[in-house]
C-alpha cells in the first residue's frame, strides 16, 4: 500500500480558526451558542482573512465532556440547529473562500450512542471491547444485561470502540485482533461517517485522540496502518480533503497517514512558548519558565529542536499547525500575560514556519477566567479547569457579550466581568487593537510567500530578541519581555521597509528592541544567515 505526497495543496495557504460552538455566537437567547449565530458573524471571520474554521464537536451528545462523547454522529446536536444549519453555514464559508473542518471522535463514543446500548445487551457484540473481569482501571463495570466490563477511553461516560489490540494474549482472550468483525466494522464505519459530512461539503477533520484506537499497540504501528488505510481511501475519493491528528504522527515506518501535524498545548513546543502557568494550565507538564513571558527567562531551544526534528522525521513539506491556544488550556492572555504582549505573540504566530490557528478570541485578546464551575466536564484535575478558556466570544459591551437576550443564570459559561473585557465592537473602532493587528498579520501572511510555509527560515538570534529571516527578505523581530534587548546582526545593512510592528529599531549591523516590540521589516537587499 503507497500513500502519495501530500501535495501542495490549499492547506499549506491556511490560516485557522477553531470555535467552539457552545461560546461562539447564540441566535435565539437561550445562552447557548449555535451554527445561526455563527453564520450571522461570519462576515467577521472573512474580515479577519481567515481560510478555515475548525469546529469543535458539534453532534448530538448528553455533553458529559463537551460534545466529545458522540451519541449520534450523522446529526448536529440540538442546541446548535440542524444538520442543514450546518450544511448552509458550510456553504455560505465556502462563497467566502472558507472551508470548513469537523471534530471527528474516532476512538470512543458516548455511553448512550445505540451502538454502545446495544453492545451492552448483547453479548455477540463486538463494536466495543468488553471483559469477563476488569483488566486494569480502564475498565468499568457494565451498565446493561451483559455482563462483565467495558473499557473506556477517558471518562467512564466514554466507551472505547473496539479497533483490536496489536498484541494478542492468551491470558486475556477477549482481546480481538484488529481484522476481527467488530474492528473491521468499526474501520467501515469511520469512512461513512466521513464521508456523509464530506459529501455535504466539510473539507476534512480534525481528529481527537487519534493515536487510541487500536490497544496495546507499541509505537502506535497499528493504529497509524489503520489511518494509513483510511488515508489511501480518502485520497482516492476525496482528494481535497485533509486529516489532522490531534497532536503528532509517530514514525511507524510507513508514509504519512495524516496532511499534518498538530503542536496542541500538551506539546512542549506550545508548553516553551506559552504555559506562563496560569490557571488552566496542564498539570502534567513540568513548569518552566515560557519564552513568551514579561520574565524574559524562557528559551526557543524547544521550539527550534522540534522545528529541526519534525523536518528529519517527514520532509520539510510537512505542514505543521501550532495554535495560540484552544478548548483545552488557558488563554494567550492569561496570568499576568497582558495585552501588551499579544503583539509579540501574534507576530510569531502569523510569521513562524507553521500553519497558524487562532482560538476565538484570543485575536481580541480575551482573558482565561479563573474559578469557574464545572461545565459538561470542563474540570479534569483540581488545577485543570479548562472552563474558563470556553467562555462565551465577547461581542459587544452587552451584559451577555452578545450571547442575545439570554439571562445570565442561562448562558453556557459566564462572561468576562471586568470592566474593561475586550470587545470585538471596541476594537474594530481602535486602528491600534488587537484585532486590527491580528487582520493586518494574517494579510500580510496571506499575501507574502515568504512569510508562509514555503519561505526559507533562518534563524540570527535565538535568545532575546528573536530575530528570523524569512525568505531572506522578510525580518521578523520579537521582544516579548519586559526589558530592552539588543541582538548584533553582522549581516544587515539599513533599516529596510518596516511592514507592521512597533519599538523596533534595525541598523548596520544589529538589532534595538523595546519592551514587548515586535517587527515585520522587508529588507531592502537579501541577506543570508
Known sequence: MTVP???????TQAVFYEIYPQSFADSDGDGVGDFPGVLAHLDHLQWLGVNTIWFNPCFASPFTDAGYDVSDYLQVAPRYGSNDDLVRFVAAAAERGIRVLLDLVAGHTSDQHPWFLASAADPSDHR?????????EQFVASPGSRPGYYRKNFYDSQPALNFGYARLDPAQPWRQPVDAPG???????????????LDRGVAGFRVDMANSLVKDDPGYVATFA????IRVWLDATYPDAVIIPEGVEPVTGGPPAFHADFFLVIHQPHSSLFNN??????????PAPCYFDAEGAGSTDTLLAQTKEQAAQFGPDRPVLLASADHDFSRLACGTRTAEQLGAAFTFLLTWTTVPSIYYGDEIGMRYLPGLPNVEGSVVYPTYNRAGARTPMQWDDGPNAGFSTAPPERLYLPVDPAPDRPTVAAQLADEGSVLHLVRRLIA???????????????????????????GGTHLVVLNPSGRPVRAPIP?????????????????DGSVVAEPFGYAIVRLAAPVSA
Open 5 to 11: 505526497p501530500a501535495p501542495a495543496h490549499w492547506l
Open 128 to 136: 466495543y471491547i468488553w471483559a469477563d473481569v476488569p483488566a486494569d
Open 183 to 197: 474492528p473491521r466494522a468499526n474501520r467501515a464505519a469511520l469512512r461513512e461517517i466521513m464521508a456523509f459530512w
Open 226 to 229: 489503520l489511518w494509513r488505510e
Open 277 to 286: 502557568g496560569g490557571a488552566g494550565t496542564l498539570p502534567w507538564i513540568e
Open 444 to 470: 500580510l501572511r496571506r499575501s507574502t510567500p515568504a512569510l508562509g510555509l514555503a519561505g526559507e527560515l533562518d534563524v540570527l538570534h535565538a535568545g532575546y530578541p528573536f530575530v528570523y529571516l524569512r
Open 491 to 507: 549581516t544587515l545593512t539599513g533599516p529596510g521597509e518596516l511592514l507592521v510592528g512597533d519599538g523596533v529599531a534595525v541598523t
